[in-house]
């Protein structure tokens, strides 16, 4: 009689489940949205983390020269951030948003987490502006080197992708320096 129970309650509940499941259908511009916020999380937290003073921070030992610093992995991610919310968005980017290193007036670690912190603010602006009608179709760019066609989808992907590479460069820095880095603390 216990396990007719189960059994009846365990169907209601997925019968449930599936019917609120497809009546809350994600739009692609709410997942791409669900993955900045994560992305922003972790890379905000480890900006963060890192102490002004070790913004200047660049791995010495080994084969590392011309590596970024720190406060360079961080602008250079931000700016890329920028750069594709202004693609996502049919838009040229600025000269400091095309420029690997992030405008030069940005230099204290205010500053630098104030930069990226509206970097994300513009991922999530473009994101919100993608649907399923726009999502594919391409996007003409005027400074765009390569000769594949692009599409806000794509900015936007590549925009995740990139921040994630850098952020696991930064993990790497805070660990070299001594600092867990917040997703990682219990």
Same mark, same amino acid.
């Given at each position: 009689?216990?396990?007719?129970?189960?059994?009846?309650?365990?169907?209601?509940?997925?019968?449930?489940?599936?019917?609120?499941?497809?009546?809350?259908?994600?739009?692609?511009?709410?997942?791409?949205?669900?993955?900045?916020?994560?992305?922003?999380?972790?890379?905000?937290?480890?900006?963060?983390?890192?102490?002004?003073?070790?913004?200047?921070?660049?791995?010495?030992?080994?084969?590392?020269?011309?590596?970024?610093?720190?406060? %360079?992995?961080? $602008?250079?991610?931000?700016?890329?951030?920028? &750069?594709? @919310? #202004?693609?996502?968005? =049919?838009? !040229?980017?600025? /000269?400091?948003?095309?420029?690997?290193?992030?405008?030069?007036?940005?230099?204290?670690?205010?500053?630098?987490? %104030?930069?990226? $912190?509206?970097?994300?603010?513009?991922?999530? &602006?473009? @994101? #919100?502006?993608?649907? =399923?009608? !726009?999502?594919? /179709?391409?996007?003409?760019?005027?400074?765009?080197?390569?000769?594949?066609?692009?599409?806000?989808?794509?900015?936007?992907?590549?925009?995740?992708?990139?921040?994630?590479?850098?952020?696991?460069?930064?993990?790497?820095?805070?660990?070299?320096?001594?600092?867990?880095?917040?997703?990682?603390?219990?």
């Amino acid at each position: 009689m216990k396990d007719a129970f189960r059994i009846v309650l365990c169907l209601l509940i997925t019968v449930s489940s599936y019917s609120a499941l497809a009546q809350a259908r994600i739009t692609i511009s709410q997942a791409l949205d669900y993955w900045i916020s994560n992305c922003e999380k972790d890379v905000v937290s480890a900006a963060d983390a890192m102490p002004e003073g070790k913004y200047s921070f660049a791995p010495t030992a080994g084969e590392f020269t011309g590596t970024r610093t720190f406060a %360079e992995q961080i $602008k250079h991610l931000a700016a890329n951030n920028y &750069r594709m @919310a #202004a693609r996502t968005l =049919g838009q !040229n980017p600025t /000269a400091d948003q095309e420029a690997e290193t992030g405008p030069d007036a940005v230099r204290s670690k205010a500053e630098i987490l %104030e930069y990226l $912190k509206g970097s994300f603010v513009a991922l999530h &602006r473009s @994101a #919100a502006t993608i649907t =399923g009608a !726009n999502a594919v /179709a391409p996007v003409l760019q005027e400074r765009i080197s390569t000769a594949r066609q692009n599409t806000r989808v794509q900015f936007a992907v590549d925009a995740v992708a990139h921040s994630y590479d850098h952020y696991g460069q930064m993990v790497e820095y805070l660990r070299m320096n001594g600092i867990v880095p917040p997703a990682s603390r219990k």
